[in-house]
Each structure stands twice: as structure tokens, then as C-alpha cells.
């Protein structure tokens, strides 16, 4: 896995995701496994984009669930091939959406795969529509867990609070073994 700074890499097609992923959870993991399967049917690289530290982070001092060297081991095994790491700081937070939208491009996406409430760019502003306005995007529902509350970093933080932290451990999975992600409908 080779690791860029943002605007670093350039690529002639790839699949993409983008997102914190905070934890790396069962939710992100089903997200990343769609886009790595895209990716080896396209015959294309599998690429992530993410955030150090994540967004809810920089914001509002939440938790951070994993470290920037843990999430990258995370990614690392779950088949990503280049990863983008954009330093969120203040300067970050003041990217346009037209900005990002060019800095994406010089990777080519085919595919770009993400969840409903995907927003990004200046005040959170930019949208799936604003990604499809340029790409090819993909939507994956969210993951629910047993008991049909969605899985979230969010949620992860709460229970962690909490003292919870066998519900965290579930949620957050073991990567060693996404089997059963596939078997949830990620035909390709």
C-alpha cells in the first residue's frame, strides 16, 4: 500500500472512496470492500481518501477511536492499494468543493463509492450530487447492527463513554475476518 499527500497522486483510473473512517467499523469496512471488489472487476486501483485527524475530531474534540497508523494497518489489510491522507487542519477546512472536485480528478476515478450522507469541501457543502455532476458514484446504505440501530463512529464513541466496550470491539469488527461482509449482497 503506498501512502500520498493530497494532490500527490496521479493515476490513469482507479475506484475511490473518501471518507474519515474513524475506526475503520463494520460500516466503513462493507464500504471499502464494495469499492476494492469495483475495483479488481474494473481492473483498476483501489484508492482511499481519509482525514488525519477525522473531521468530528478537528470540530468538536470527540474521541478519536484509532490512530492514523492503526487505520492505515486497517486499510493496509483490507486490500487498499494507494491511500491519500489530507491533513485536516484549518486550512483543510477551507477547500472548496470545486477544488477537492479538481484534486479528485487527477486520480480518475471510474467509481466512486460512498455512503447517503456523503459532504465534503468548505462548510460541508459539496454532495453526492456534486459528485455525480463529474463521476460515476455509488451509494451503499448504511450497515445496522442487531439490533437495527445503524453502525457509526458516533455510536462507537457513545458506547465507548459508556464503558461499553465489548459492544465497541463487535462494532468495530475484526478485519482479519469480512467474510460475512460479502455475503451481505456486494455482487459485483
Request: hydrophobic fraction near 40%; charged fraction near 25%; glycine fraction near 6%.
Amino acid at each position: 500500500m503506498e501512502i500520498h499527500a493530497p494532490g500527490t497522486l496521479k493515476l490513469p483510473a482507479s475506484t475511490l472512496t473518501i471518507g474519515a473512517l474513524d475506526g475503520v467499523h463494520l460500516g466503513h469496512q462493507a464500504l471499502l470492500l464494495k469499492t476494492k471488489l469495483r475495483a479488481e472487476k474494473l481492473e483498476v486501483p483501489f484508492v482511499v481518501y481519509t482525514f488525519d485527524p477525522p473531521p468530528k475530531v478537528f470540530f468538536k474534540n470527540c474521541q478519536m477511536i484509532t490512530s492514523l497508523d492503526e487505520k492505515l494497518s486497517r486499510l493496509e489489510m483490507l486490500g487498499a492499494e494507494h491511500v491519500i491522507v489530507g491533513e485536516f487542519n484549518e486550512a483543510f477546512t477551507k477547500q472548496t468543493v470545486s477544488s477537492f472536485l479538481e484534486e479528485i480528478q487527477r486520480i480518475n476515478p471510474i467509481e466512486i463509492w460512498e455512503g447517503p450522507n456523503f459532504q465534503f469541501g468548505k462548510d460541508r457543502k459539496g454532495t453526492i450530487d456534486d459528485l455525480r455532476a463529474h463521476f460515476n458514484v455509488g451509494v451503499l446504505n448504511p450497515l445496522q447492527c442487531d439490533q437495527g440501530e445503524l453502525i457509526s463512529s458516533t455510536r462507537i464513541r457513545k458506547l465507548l463513554l459508556q464503558g461499553n466496550y465489548s459492544s465497541a470491539k463487535k462494532l468495530l469488527g475484526d478485519i482479519r475476518h469480512i467474510s460475512f461482509l460479502a455475503e451481505k449482497n456486494f455482487a459485483v
